[in-house]
């Protein structure tokens, strides 16, 4: 790939979804826009990029990020972050709150969103207490996956055995045993495409929790301070917010107070 054809694929995934790609990304930019190549009976870098710039409604820049986008995760993951969100759930179900919203901000495959559902099943149980779940992520591709709640045995490895007993339900796929969540935590939740790059978002505000980890990482700093922002607009007054281990806010301006590392709350 030629560095001017390069150069612009980066502008485009910056200007479509805030990712910041470094310049040593060539090789797995070129990697990952292979198989889309192909499907297209695209051969060089430079046919592919004239592609994508005439794309008059947007679907192959939305195959593109899904190609680019990385989903990583697992269920629990940064598991301190669900302990406290156990404790936040424990508070408001003793004081009687009616009605609790929490935002899994880039969801990838759906672990996260599941995680969350899983402790507040936990907690809630059987109680009136109205709880959803919004889980949102650019990637369509990661979405179609979390909306099938259907994992391979490689991605249970980080869920205890109790949980996997109780919340999701072996089948049989071919030769291999697949594992499908349980209709009580996924009807909890919702699924939305959503660009985090693009605020000011749809969502009418009042969110007790938002996990948004491990994205901010590919995001520049003013792409990251619009981000924050809108968070703090959308949380009610004394809601958290969760970040990834690798990201702080202690360089950004913002309203929020830094309870912990990576735990921050609205004042």
Sequence with gaps: MDSATFERLRT????SSGISLRETKEAMVSARIAKRMRALGIGTHAEYLHYLEHDANGDEITRFLDVISTNVTSFFRESQHFDFLRDIL???LRDSTSKIRLWSAAVST???ALSIAMVAHDVLGASPVDCRILATDISTRALINAQQGIY???QMENLPEQMRRRFFTPVRDSDAI???ASDEIMRRIVYRRLNLSRPPFPMRGQLDVVFCRNVMIYFDTAVRERLVAEIYR???PGGY????HAESLSSLKT?????RPTIYQKH
């Design 12 to 15: 485009i995934v910056y200007d």
């Design 90 to 92: 424990t508070a408001r």
């Design 110 to 112: 759906g672990e996260e």
């Design 152 to 154: 391979e045995a490689a």
């Design 178 to 180: 697949r594992y499908r």
């Design 234 to 236: 959308l949380l009610q």
């Design 241 to 244: 917010l969760f970040t990834g």
């Design 255 to 259: 309203d929020f107070a830094c309870i």
